[in-house]
C-alpha cells in the first residue's frame, strides 16, 4: 500500500523559507505513470494545488505561487520536497503531500498532512 | 486565473439524495476537464471520491455518482447517511502542463 509521509518544521519566521519533505513507501516515485503534488490547506479555508513534480524533475506551479515555489526531486531517497519562501501569516495551512495520477490528472494517494505555521 | 465555483453549502436528509456542482468563472465544465471529487472530514485528509467524471475511486459506495450536468460537473449522493456530513471539493485539469485548480468546496449537511 503506497504511503506519503510529510515532514519539516512545524514553526517557520516570516520572510524566511518554509521547507518540508515528503516521503513515499509502498512504491517508487520513479514510476513513469505518476507525478507528486503539494496542496495546502489554511484553517478553516478550502485546498489550494502548490505544484507537481514529475520524477525527471519537470515541476508545473500554481501561477500565483510561481515566484515564490520550489519543487525538487530526490529519486535515490524516494522523495520530493517543497520550497516556499518569503513566507507570511497568510502561508500559515496544513501542507500536504499527494501522488497526482497522470492520465487522469487527479490525486490518488495523500499524505496525512502537516500543520505549519508562520509567526515570529 | 479561473475560478472554480461550488455551492458554499448544502443539506440533504438522511436516505435523500443531493447534487453538488462544480463550475467554471469562464466558460463550462465539460469531460476534457477530468473533473475529480474529494471528500475531507475534520482533521483528515482528503479522500479521494470521483475521478475522470465518473470514475469511482476504489472502495468508495455507489452511492456517490459523478457526471456533468449542463455546463458543470456533478456529483451527486443517492441515499445519503449521516457519515457523509463532510466537505466536498471538486478539482479541475486547466491544461498547461499539470496545472489544476480547486474549487472552493462544500459544506454538507445531513439532517
Known amino acids: 500500500q503506497l504511503q506519503l509521509q510529510e515532514s519539516g518544521p512545524g514553526l517557520v519566521k516570516p520572510s524566511e523559507t518554509l521547507s518540508l519533505t515528503c516521503t513515499v513507501s509502498?512504491?517508487?516515485?520513479?514510476?513513469?505513470?505518476?507525478?507528486w503534488g503539494w496542496i495546502r490547506q489554511p484553517p478553516g479555508k478550502g485546498l489550494e494545488w502548490i505544484g507537481t513534480?514529475?520524477?525527471?524533475?519537470?515541476?508545473y506551479y500554481n501561477p500565483s505561487l510561481k515566484s515564490r515555489v520550489t519543487i525538487s526531486v530526490d529519486t535515490s531517497k524516494n522523495r520530493f520536497s517543497l520550497k516556499l519562501s518569503s513566507v507570511t501569516a497568510a502561508d500559515t495551512a496544513v501542507y500536504y503531500c499527494?501522488?497526482?495520477?497522470?492520465?487522469?490528472?487527479?490525486?490518488?494517494?495523500w499524505g496525512q498532512g502537516t500543520l505549519v505555521t508562520v509567526s515570529s | 486565473q479561473t475560478v472554480v465555483t461550488q455551492e458554499p453549502s448544502f443539506s440533504v436528509s438522511p436516505g435523500g439524495t443531493v447534487t453538488l456542482t462544480c463550475g467554471l468563472s469562464s466558460g463550462s465544465v465539460s469531460t476534457s476537464y477530468y473533473p475529480s471529487w474529494y471528500q475531507q472530514t475534520p482533521g483528515q485528509a482528503p479522500r479521494t471520491l470521483i475521478y475522470s467524471t465518473n470514475t469511482r475511486s476504489s472502495g468508495v459506495p455507489d452511492r456517490f455518482s459523478g457526471s456533468i450536468l449542463g455546463n458543470k460537473a456533478a456529483l451527486t449522493i443517492t441515499g445519503a447517511q449521516a457519515e457523509d456530513e463532510s466537505d466536498y471539493y471538486c478539482?479541475?485539469?486547466?491544461?498547461?502542463?499539470?496545472?489544476?485548480?480547486f474549487g472552493g468546496g462544500t459544506k454538507l449537511t445531513v439532517l
Open positions: 513534480i514529475y520524477y525527471t524533475g519537470n515541476t
Open positions: 509502498g512504491g517508487s516515485i520513479s514510476s513513469s505513470s505518476y507525478y
Open positions: 478539482v479541475v485539469y486547466m491544461g498547461s502542463g499539470f496545472s489544476v485548480v
Open positions: 499527494a501522488r497526482h495520477e497522470s492520465w487522469n490528472y487527479f490525486f490518488d494517494y
